[in-house]
C-alpha cells in the first residue's frame, strides 16, 4: 500500500488560482520524494495536506491508510502523532523544556509512560549524537544541534512518514551537510521521507525522487535519472 496516494486534489484559497491544480501524487514505502518549486507553486499547500493541517476543495488524500479529505481536527491530532515527524526551518522547538523534554513531548501526548519515553528518548539521543546535551536548552545549541534535537522529536513516534520542511535552510553550510547525511542515513534504513525545499543539492543528495510543482499542478516527476 502506497504511504501517501493524492488524487485529483485541488485547492484553492480565495478567488485567485488554485494553489493546487487536479494534483496526483502516489508515494511508497520506503521513497525519499523531494518537492521543488518556486514560491507560490503548492508545495507548502500539498505538504500541510499530507499533514492534515489543511483540506482540500477536491479530491482525495490517504496516508498511511487513513482518509484526510474531511477528517476533523480531533482526529487529524490523533493521525499526525501516530503516523507523521515533521521537521521545520526553523527548529520549533520549546526553549523553555531541556533538549530531553522537547524530545519526549509527542510520546507523552500520544499515551506513553514516562520511563518508556524517557528510554526512548535517550535511545534517539545517542543515536543521533546529541546525548550529552540531553538536559540543555535548545537556546544553548548550535543550529544543526537543534535541527538533530528536531529530528529526534518527528522520530520519537516512530512515525510512517518523516515530513521536512526546508530542514537546511537556517543552517550554515557544515551544519547543512550533517542534517543531509542524517536523512539520508534515515531514508537508507527504511524511513519515508518527503522534503519540501528550494535547495537542489539537497533533494540531489537526499532524494531518490524529485517532483516539481508550477502553479499547482506537477511540471516533472523524475526518479533514478528517468521522468516518470
Same mark, same amino acid.
Given at each position: ?66 482518509? +484526510? !479529505? ?36 509527542? @510520546?507523552?501526548? @500520544? ?12 535511545? +534517539? ?44 535552510? @537556517? ?55 528517468? !521522468?516518470?
Amino acid at each position: 500500500m502506497p504511504v501517501i496516494e493524492v488524487h485529483g486534489v485541488t485547492r484553492r484559497y480565495g478567488e485567485g488560482p488554485p494553489a493546487l491544480d487536479d494534483l496526483t501524487l502516489t508515494v511508497e514505502p520506503g521513497e525519499a520524494l523531494a518537492i521543488l518549486g518556486p514560491s507560490g507553486s503548492g508545495k507548502s499547500t500539498l505538504l500541510n495536506l499530507i499533514a492534515a493541517l489543511d483540506r482540500p476543495d477536491s479530491g482525495t488524500v490517504t496516508v498511511a491508510g487513513v482518509s +484526510l !479529505d474531511r477528517i476533523g481536527e480531533a482526529a487529524a491530532a490523533r493521525f499526525r502523532r501516530a503516523h507523521v515527524g515533521m521537521v521545520f526551518q526553523f527548529f520549533n522547538l520549546l526553549d523553555d523544556l531541556t533538549v530531553s523534554d522537547n524530545v519526549v513531548l509527542p @510520546a507523552r501526548l @500520544a499515551g506513553m509512560g514516562r520511563a518508556e519515553a524517557a528510554k526512548r528518548a535517550a535511545t +534517539l539521543l545517542e543515536a543521533l549524537g546529541i546525548e550529552r546535551h540531553a538536559a540543555a536548552y535548545p537556546g544553548r545549541l548550535s543550529g544543526g544541534e537543534r535541527q538533530r534535537v528536531a529530528v529526534a522529536r518527528a522520530l520519537m513516534n516512530k512515525p510512517t512518514l518523516l515530513l521536512a520542511d526546508e530542514p537546511t535552510g @537556517a543552517l550554515d553550510s557544515a551544519a547543512g551537510q550533517d542534517v543531509r547525511r542524517l536523512l539520508t542515513d534515515l531514508n537508507q534504513e527504511g524511513q519515508t521521507l518527503v522534503l519540501v525545499t528550494h535547495d537542489e543539492s539537497l533533494a540531489a543528495q537526499c532524494a531518490s525522487r524529485t517532483v516539481r510543482l508550477m502553479d499547482g499542478w506537477i511540471a516533472s516527476d523524475v526518479t533514478a535519472g528517468a !521522468d516518470r
